[in-house]
């Protein structure tokens, strides 16, 4: 059985964690063959956008232990920031 421990899942939210945005996109994009523009011009409101969703997969993840939880910390923010910014012609593993 899966351990959960959800107290670190508390602060997993769009303004405090870019996994979620990044999540969204990728999820979307993968989905459509949409571009990054069109995710972007749907907002983040809008329920195509797979926020939501994007939000509880990270929430499950981090209270499953298979991410860390977001942090405070300027580092990981900026690497957060640079993962789900990245230039989309840089060459990928995938």
Partial sequence: MARID???ALNVHY???PRIRHLAEVA???RTGGTREEWLWLGKDNPEALISEAREW????????LL??????QEWKNAAWAAANAD????SDG
């Fill in 6 to 8: 959800a107290r670190p």
């Fill in 58 to 65: 990270v929430r499950a993840a981090v209270a499953g232990g």
């Fill in 15 to 17: 303004a405090t964690d």
């Fill in 28 to 30: 979307w994009r993968l």
């Fill in 68 to 73: 860390e939880p977001p942090s405070d910390a």
């Fill in 88 to 91: 989309e012609s840089e060459p």
